[in-house]
C-alpha cells in the first residue's frame, strides 16, 4: 500500500481518552488509514494500551507541561511509517512521520497551535519546517488546527501564516468552516501540502466541535 492510495483525515478530537470508541468507530465506517488527531489531552501516565484500535499503530506527542493540547496520529499498519522525533522541537505542537511508498517519501506532520501564542511562533515553525526540508525530495504535508480563521483577512497573525506557506511552497485547499458556533463559522483545521492533492473535502463529525478534513496525497 503507498501513500498514493490513501486518504488522510485530521480531526480535532478534543480529549481523546474519552472518545477513543467513538474515533474507532469513525475510522471503521469512513475507511480511514491515516487519521491525525489534535488536543488529545494526553498525559505520561495514560499508556498507549488504553488508546488502541486493532489494525493501526498509534504515533503520539503529548504536552509537555500543563494540561491540554497534545497531537497524535493513527496509521494503518498496513503503511510503511515511521516516527522521525529528530525533526522535532520542544516549543511546537508538531509530530512527524515518515511514510515510504514505492516511488517516493513522505513527511507527514500534524499540528496543533495554541489560540494564545504570540507571532513569535511563526519564527518557531519556519525554523522546524526548514530542517524538515533541508536536502530532502520528499513532498511534506501537515494537517493541524492552526487556530487562525483564514477566511477571515482582518485576523492579526493570518500575514504570518501566509508567508510560512510561500516560503516552504505550502498550499492550503480548505476554504469553508471547520469550527461552527452560535456566533461564528471559522476556517481553523488545514491540510498544508507541497504537491497536489486530491478529493479534499470537510466532513462533519458528532466527536467534537470541529469538522474532519479529508485529502488524498
Not at 60 to 77: E, F, K, L, N, P
Not at 149 to 170: E, G, K, W
Request: aromatic content about 8%.
Amino acid at each position: 500500500l503507498t501513500m498514493q492510495d490513501t486518504y488522510l483525515r485530521f480531526l480535532n478530537v478534543c480529549h481523546l481518552r474519552n472518545k477513543v470508541s467513538e474515533v474507532h468507530k469513525f475510522i471503521k465506517l469512513n475507511g480511514v488509514q491515516v487519521m491525525g488527531l489534535a488536543e488529545t489531552w494526553l498525559t505520561s501516565d495514560i499508556g498507549d494500551g488504553e488508546l488502541q484500535i486493532p489494525g493501526f499503530t498509534l504515533f503520539r506527542r503529548d504536552r509537555s507541561a500543563g494540561t491540554g493540547g497534545g497531537v497524535a496520529i493513527y496509521c494503518q499498519q498496513s503503511l510503511a511509517a515511521k516516527h522521525r522525533p529528530d525533526l522535532e522541537m520542544d516549543n511546537l505542537e508538531l509530530l512527524w512521520l515518515e511514510i515510504a511508498s514505492s516511488k517516493t517519501c513522505h513527511i507527514l506532520g500534524c499540528l496543533y497551535r495554541p489560540p494564545s501564542q504570540s507571532i513569535q511562533y511563526w519564527s518557531r515553525l519556519e525554523s522546524a519546517l526548514t530542517s524538515v526540508h533541508e536536502g530532502r525530495q520528499a513532498s511534506t504535508a501537515i494537517m493541524g488546527d492552526f487556530n487562525i480563521n483564514v477566511s477571515d483577512p482582518r485576523h492579526p497573525q493570518l500575514t504570518y501564516f501566509r508567508d510560512i506557506c510561500a516560503m516552504f511552497n505550502f498550499t492550503n485547499y480548505i476554504h469553508e468552516p471547520t469550527r461552527i458556533t452560535d456566533t461564528h463559522a471559522s476556517t481553523l483545521d488545514l491540510p498544508l501540502c507541497t504537491q497536489r492533492v486530491e478529493d479534499i473535502s470537510v466532513q462533519h463529525s458528532d466527536i467534537s466541535d470541529h469538522s474532519a478534513i479529508i485529502f488524498a496525497l
